[in-house]
């Protein structure tokens, strides 16, 4: 199955961004116009499955599915990179983080919707799963908007694989839902539960404001 997805930002997903992404305050509305800019060029949409039939899988109820932006953003991040504009690639990367948190909470919503069931727990492949599923559900699945390389890269890059683990109680926010926090790699996640202070400078924020 595949449905659309239109993740958007909204007046509280500004209010640490500055912070989370180590910008100044005063870059704030050059990021927003960067944002307004991108936006029309998101094609969200998710590829997924009801079906309990994936190898490895032990929880009674689950879904499992694809979620990706699109190839717009790759196509606006390579632009400004061809054009050697680094701080506005990584504005691009930032900001599509937080778009495909969003995406994951509005595709968590649809799998409650059409199982009706609640969501109990949100997984990534690498982390909580062995990407050797990931060939699996790709044949399964079948997205024609999503890439999976030999080397089991997904594109468009802002893509994700995730396992659903659903239930039938009422579980926290889905925001709350990631148990992955504590073996992610993925330091600049908008949804890790860390404290700011804590995240360490990502790689591009250190090519950028020259940080060590």
């Given amino acids: ?109 649809v799998i409650e919707d059409q199982s009706g069931l609640s969501l109990a727990e949100l997984s990534f492949f690498g982390d909580t799963y062995s990407l050797d599923l990931l060939p699996q559900i790709y044949e399964r699945l079948a997205p024609d908007a999503i890439g999976l390389t030999e080397g089991q890269m997904l594109l468009p890059l802002k893509t994700a694989a995730l396992i659903l683990h659903l239930d039938t109680n009422t579980h926290a926010d889905l925001r709350q839902l990631c148990n992955t926090c504590s073996t992610c790699k993925n330091l600049s996640c908008p949804s890790r539960k860390s404290p700011l202070q804590d995240l360490p400078h990502t790689y591009g924020a250190m090519q950028i404001f020259h940080i060590t």
């Avoid at 997924?48 to 190839?71: K, R």
């Fill in 1 to 109: 199955m595949k449905c659309k997805l239109t993740p958007q930002l909204s007046s509280d997903d500004w209010k640490d961004f500055c912070s989370r992404f180590h910008f100044s305050p005063a870059d704030l509305p050059y990021i927003k116009a960067i944002y307004t800019a991108l936006l029309p060029l998101v094609e969200s949409c998710a590829y997924y499955s009801l079906d309990q039939d994936l190898d490895g899988i032990s929880v009674p109820h689950y879904a499992y599915g694809f979620v990706t932006l699109g190839n717009g953003i790759d196509e606006l991040s390579e632009l400004y990179l061809d054009h050697e504009q680094i701080q506005e690639a990584y504005i691009v990367d930032c900001v599509s983080l937080l778009l495909l948190s969003k995406a994951y909470e509005e595709f968590a919503h």
